[in-house]
């Protein structure tokens, strides 16, 4: 099992960046799928969730309304569009999996997911 993430770079605020992650070796439509983030020092952090279908969604106070998680089932990749950057945002951008059934709700506790990406830095500067 494979999640690789990329999209991650250096940001003005304001900006926007858009991440993604590509999975392998799970029946990715049987998964519901997130991302997590941790700054420098801080703990690690909810950022959005989608469920199997897609039908649900989820984020963190702190990015609401700014960043938009979507899915693509055919190319098993999840994607994370974040707008209007600021410097809190700037963080090491986790991407995780874990497989649920289909009445399962969104799940923002880390310790539940299953696999997890490497990791991508988004850092958001002046």
């Known amino acids: 099992v494979q999640l690789q993430a990329s999209g991650g770079g250096l940001v003005q605020v304001g900006g926007s960046l858009k991440l993604s992650c590509a999975a392998s070796?799970?029946?990715?439509?049987?998964?519901?799928l997130a991302w997590f983030r941790q700054g420098p020092g801080k703990e690690r952090e909810f950022v959005a969730a989608?469920?199997?279908?897609?039908?649900?969604?989820s984020y963190g106070d702190s990015v609401k309304g700014r960043f938009t998680i979507s899915r693509d089932n055919d190319k098993k990749t999840v994607h994370l569009q974040m707008n209007s950057l600021t410097h809190e945002d700037t963080a090491n951008y986790y991407c995780a999996a874990v497989s649920t059934i289909l009445s399962v709700g969104i799940i923002t506790t880390p310790t539940k997911y299953t696999y997890w990406g490497q990791g991508t830095q988004v850092t958001v500067s002046s």
């Open positions: 070796g799970i029946s990715f439509s049987r998964y519901q």
């Open positions: 989608i469920t199997r279908s897609g039908g649900t969604t």
